[in-house]
């Protein structure tokens, strides 16, 4: 795959993954459709040699796999590691607010946006609503508007002339989406009504007798963009981390893979991970050990495994050098940047990095390599939770970007693909490269 219809696809997936719940179904779609079995935690697991799987729990974390050809007891697990969720605005179990003929939605806020840039913004709902049909059988189903429903309205300049020097938002009181407005003294329906709408129009035959819950949040519709004089970035909501996913899917998707391959895009990242689909959840733990039943066994082979942790990097910002260690300036369409911390919120050491670099110069990418200043606070991701729970060797990195967290977020046109050339060399190459103790 080139690097043109490799962004094409990228795009596409961007798209029409708006929830967590969106990008896990059209990953399980892609695995589907290449051939990939389903299995059910609720079941048992009947894996066979040169097969692939995958699982899905809680509707947004999905974990997919090849077994190799012809494994032997200790044959080692290549494994790459992501999230589906981005931070966003997530609305409240009763949302509605009515006042001055208006409808407006409450909402909370979900992981660390920037969220003065969810303001003036087209606004889509979607998430997964769970319902209890007309036979008394609870379901759930994914819902999407695909069109913008809502939005912030900034407060004008002219009512708030000091907005420039010291804005603030009261995350109680600024952040009501408007939603619909009630004229002519008709009062607006509420907004269960509106949803339940909207499932009848998405499936037709869904008995629907009542709604349960709803894990609903809002989202940017504007579509991902190339921009730049030539085409060289990349303008994207969610680049954090849906890129990620694409890249480990798509690796694993390839015609060839050697080994034992695996990829985990787990929920709840931007909060912790601390769930049931989250990373310190026992999802991954449990399927190996489904895969991998003899206890000493499955931790000899962890220990002969490898695993790529993949989350965005922060590039150069060329506003603000100051924010930027000045040995440690990744640049965007430079390629994959390796993140290091001497605390291990990363969990990159001298030898897992040697391991990726290797993988890395192999593939012709050649890697930056990020640190934080020591007067700033460092984020993490799952490498860390990972590494501890399987005692897995883990290299934390991912594509350089810039705005992290805000609304639309900026990598280079080539960032991805680069990434993706070295993930793929991971999972096809016929043997890892081996350490001298």
């Known amino acids: 795959m080139q690097q043109e219809q490799f962004n094409k696809q990228l795009f596409d ?3 029409q993954a708006s929830t967590p719940f969106h990008a896990a179904e059209y990953l399980a779609d892609h695995f589907h459709q290449a051939g990939f079995q389903r ?4 079941e048992n697991w009947n894996t066979e040699p040169g097969k692939g799987y995958y699982s899905i729990r809680d509707n947004g974390t999905l974990l997919a796999f090849r077994i190799a050809d012809e494994p032997c007891e200790f044959t080692p ?10 931070p966003a605005l997530q609305l409240k179990p009763l949302p509605d607010r009515s006042g001055n003929s208006y409808t407006q939605l409450g909402v909370e806020v979900y992981g660390g946006p920037l969220l003065a840039t969810w303001f003036d913004r087209d606004l889509g709902i979607g998430g997964r609503v769970t319902i209890i049909d007309e036979n008394d059988t609870i379901k759930i189903r994914l819902l999407d508007f695909r069109r913008p429903v809502v939005t912030i309205p900034s407060l004008a300049i002219h009512l708030d002339r000091k907005t420039n020097e010291e804005h603030t938002i009261d995350r ?4 009501y989406p408007l939603f619909s407005q009630a004229l002519h003294n008709d009062a607006s329906s509420p907004f269960s009504a509106i949803i339940r709408q909207q499932l009848q129009k998405q499936y037709p ?3 629907l007798r009542e709604i349960l819950g709803f894990d609903l949040f809002c989202y940017d519709t504007q579509p991902p963009t190339f921009l730049g004089i030539k085409g060289e970035f990349i303008s994207a909501s969610r680049l954090d981390n849906l890129v990620s996913c694409f890249v480990g899917a798509q690796a694993l998707l390839q015609d060839k893979v050697f080994d034992n391959c695996l990829l985990l895009c787990s929920n709840h990242e931007e909060i912790g991970s601390s769930s049931v689909a989250g990373a310190h959840g026992n999802f991954l733990q449990t399927a190996l050990e489904r895969l991998l039943p003899n206890a000493p066994s499955r931790q000899t082979t962890l220990n002969r495994s490898f695993l790529l942790s993949l989350d965005n990097a922060h590039a150069l910002h060329p506003n603000f050098v100051e924010k930027h260690d000045p040995q440690h300036l990744p640049l965007l369409n430079h390629g994959p940047v390796i993140k290091y911390n001497a605390n291990q919120r990363y969990a990159t050491t001298g030898r897992s990095a040697a391991l990726y670099k290797t993988l890395a110069h192999e593939a012709g990418v050649f890697p930056q390599e990020f640190v934080m200043k020591n007067d700033m606070a460092c984020g993490s991701t799952i490498g860390p939770i990972t590494a501890t729970n399987l005692g897995i060797q883990t290299v934390d990195l991912g594509i350089p970007s810039l705005a992290m ?3 639309r977020e900026i990598t280079g046109a080539k960032d991805p693909y680069l990434l993706f050339k070295t993930i793929a060399h991971f999972y096809s190459r016929p043997q890892l490269p081996q350490y001298e103790e």
Request: no cysteine; hydrophobic share 35%.
């Open 405 to 407: 967290h805000s609304i």
């Open 77 to 86: 697990w290549r494994m790459t590691g992501a999230h589906t969720d981005s």
């Open 172 to 175: 109680q009181n600024h952040l």
């Open 13 to 15: 997936f961007l798209h």
């Open 205 to 207: 035959d869904l008995s």
């Open 39 to 42: 299995l059910l935690e609720t």
